[in-house]
Every structure is written in structure tokens, then in C-alpha cells.
């Protein structure tokens, strides 16, 4: 009997210590816990006054549906919505947080989580670049891209669109998207009149008032897209390239679109081929698949804008050298058919003020005139 009541007595202590204790804990956990849960949404909250400075009482509202929405929070006081969007950036997925005020009204963005290359794309976080959204509706007309950093800033652009079309879904209104330039018109931004016409090998042609015409190439770019690519290629009157322009695509995000941005396709101005024309590391698939539908689309141009070969204005001497005028460059041959100088037509001009494709295209021209009047 003594035996069992030094067993059973402890273990009653023990038990009634840790009822009571318990109790405690629990009877602690039940005044704490409001306290704790109002601290982490104060902290929350702090986040989002960033973007929505007039923001309080933040609830969290179901963006289930909406593309590439990470979160979506309304502010309790009808201040507005502080949203998270992504987009594929340079280095994979790139998150902004925007708040938008409850006439529409980006209050402020942030850059948050992102893998752009630091002191590239991570200047998309900087107060020079975001500040700029401030007070933009849905079109975002003025925002520009950071030179060097298309991409990442494309990108943050791309995850504010998608913001924007969130918000209009959760606050029930019409939200415009970005007005969008036709390719046409970005390469000939000073013509207004645009009409189709036909030209067999093309997927689409369009005469650009008197200043040339567009020519509408699809083909493959990386061979693991989902789709063909367009490529627009604009030609002046002279025969040469007066620009190229992306159409639609499915090339990667940040990688195969590089070649698609204007940055790289300015490059093909005022060629007449896309020869020396470098492809884009890590895009290269994509910078062949350009460089193709350009050149099938100066094939075709001669249908169009007729012959645009240079005329050659060649003079030959009794010595067999020569002297050969094309627009505006005089190239002088000697009599072994090597260029012996090259200077302006215009006595009065300078040289330097030539393009050098010009003056390069001048000096072939020249030497082919001058083969074939020796027969060569």
C-alpha cells in the first residue's frame, strides 16, 4: 500500500503541474494571439503603404484565375489595391508590387523577387526608373525602357499590363490596355497612309505612302517555339532597308526576343542584306531566323520598288584607268582595277559627311562597272 502511494501521489502532482501549466500556456496563447496576428499584419500592411501610401486595413482578396497574379490585397479603407504581377524577365521570373489607387492611378511600384543580372536589369528597382509610373493609368503612356536593360524593363512594364487587367477584373471596371504601334508604323513613324497589296512569296504586303513599302516575312526562329515568328521589313524607294520590326512570335521571353528588340534590329538600316549583320549570344537560332526572312524579304523587294541598282557614271582613260561617279562618291580606278582614291562627287563636301555603307557600296559598284566594261 505505502509502496503505491509513493507512485501514484508524484505522478498526480505531476499531472495536476502539468494541467495547470498547460491551462497557462494556453490561456497566455489566447490574449497573445490577436496581439501577434495584429503585429504580422501591421507589418503586412507596412509593406504595401509603400506602393498605396493611403492604404489601411489591407485584406487579402482571391486573384484565382487572373495570369500571372501573385497576390492581390484591397485596402479596407477604399484607398485602392496593392497587387503583385510577373513577368519573364532576363533571368527568369521578375515580380513587381504596384498600388493602384481607387480612381485607377498607379500610386507606386516595387521590384520584388528577380534574378536580372545586378547593375542591369536590377536598375528596373531603382527610384529613377520606377518613379516614372507614378500617376500612370492602364495605357502607361511615357514609360521607357532602360538603355542596356530592355528586357528587365519590358519586362516590369509587361507585369504592371498585367496588374492593370487585374485590377479591373477585382474592382469591376474597364481598364485600357497600352496603345499598341503597329510595326508598319514603327518602321515609317511619318506615314499615315498604309495600303495592302499584293506580292507573291510574302505573307502580306503594304506600300507606305511614297516612302517605300513593308514586307511581311513568317518562318521559324528557335526551333522550339511554339509558333512562327513575323518579321516586317521596311524598304525604301532606294532599295535599301529603312527598318525591321517584330510581328507576332512566340520566341523566349528575355533570351530569343533579344533578337526581336529594336536595340538589335536598328542594326539592318540603310543595308540592303543582312550581311555583317552579328547574332545575338544565347540567341542565336532566333538572329538566324531574322537574318533569313530579311533576306527573303530584299529578294522580293525588286517586285515592288523595280530596279534600284546604283547608276554608274564611269569614265575610262587611254591608260586604262578610270573614274566613276555614283550619287554622291567619286571613285577613282587605276589601271590595274584597284580603287586608287575615293572622295566626294561634290568637290565642295567632305567625305566624312558619307555614310561608309555608301561609300563602300559606291566602290564595289564602281569596280563592277569597271570589270565589265573591260569585259572581265
Known amino acids: 500500500m505505502k509502496a503505491v502511494k509513493e507512485f501514484v501521489v508524484p505522478a498526480a502532482v505531476l499531472t495536476a503541474i502539468c494541467l495547470v501549466v498547460s491551462g497557462a500556456l494556453a490561456g497566455t496563447y489566447q490574449l497573445t494571439e490577436p496581439v501577434i496576428e495584429a503585429a504580422k499584419r501591421a507589418e503586412a500592411d507596412a509593406s504595401r503603404v509603400v506602393v498605396l501610401p493611403d492604404g489601411k486595413n489591407f485584406e487579402e482578396v482571391s486573384a484565382s484565375g487572373l495570369d500571372n497574379i501573385v497576390d492581390a490585397y484591397k485596402a479596407g479603407n477604399g484607398a485602392g489595391y496593392v497587387i503583385t504581377g510577373k513577368a519573364k524577365g532576363y533571368g527568369g521570373d521578375l515580380q513587381v508590387m504596384a498600388g493602384i489607387s481607387s480612381d485607377g492611378k498607379i500610386t507606386g511600384v516595387k521590384l520584388m523577387d528577380n534574378n536580372e543580372t545586378q547593375g542591369i536589369g536590377s536598375k528596373t528597382g531603382e527610384a529613377s526608373y520606377t518613379d516614372q509610373y507614378k500617376g500612370k493609368d492602364s495605357t502607361l503612356d511615357g514609360v521607357t525602357t532602360i538603355s542596356g536593360a530592355t528586357v528587365s524593363s519590358k519586362a516590369f512594364e509587361s507585369a504592371v499590363n498585367t496588374i492593370f487587367q487585374a485590377y479591373g477584373s477585382l474592382a469591376g471596371v474597364e481598364v485600357a490596355g497600352p496603345e499598341v504601334t503597329p510595326p508598319e508604323t514603327i518602321i515609317f513613324p511619318d506615314v499615315t497612309d ?79 542584306s543582312p550581311d555583317g549583320i552579328d547574332n545575338i549570344s544565347g540567341a542565336t537560332e532566333t538572329s538566324v531566323g531574322v537574318k533569313k526572312l530579311v533576306r527573303a524579304a530584299m529578294e522580293l523587294a525588286p517586285a515592288l520598288i523595280g530596279d534600284t541598282t546604283p547608276k554608274v557614271d ?23 582595277g584597284k580603287v586608287a582614291g575615293v572622295t566626294a562627287a561634290d568637290e565642295t563636301a567632305d567625305l566624312a559627311s558619307i555614310a561608309p555603307e555608301e561609300v563602300k557600296e559606291a566602290m564595289d559598284n564602281a569596280l563592277a562597272a569597271y570589270n565589265a566594261s573591260k569585259g572581265a
Open 194 to 272: 498604309f495600303t495592302e497589296v499584293a506580292l507573291d512569296g510574302a505573307k502580306k504586303a503594304i506600300k507606305a505612302g511614297d516612302a517605300g513599302y513593308v514586307i511581311v516575312m513568317e518562318g521559324q526562329g528557335y526551333s522550339h517555339a511554339a509558333g512562327p515568328m513575323e518579321i516586317y521589313v521596311g524598304v525604301g524607294m532606294d532599295g535599301k532597308i529603312a527598318g525591321v520590326a517584330a510581328g507576332a512570335n512566340s520566341e523566349t521571353a528575355g533570351i530569343g526576343s533579344q533578337a526581336l528588340e529594336p536595340d538589335y534590329l536598328k542594326a539592318y538600316i540603310g543595308k540592303t
Open 314 to 336: 564611269l569614265t575610262v582613260a587611254e591608260d586604262g584607268s578610270a573614274s566613276a561617279i555614283i550619287g554622291a562618291v567619286r571613285v577613282e580606278i587605276d589601271a590595274a
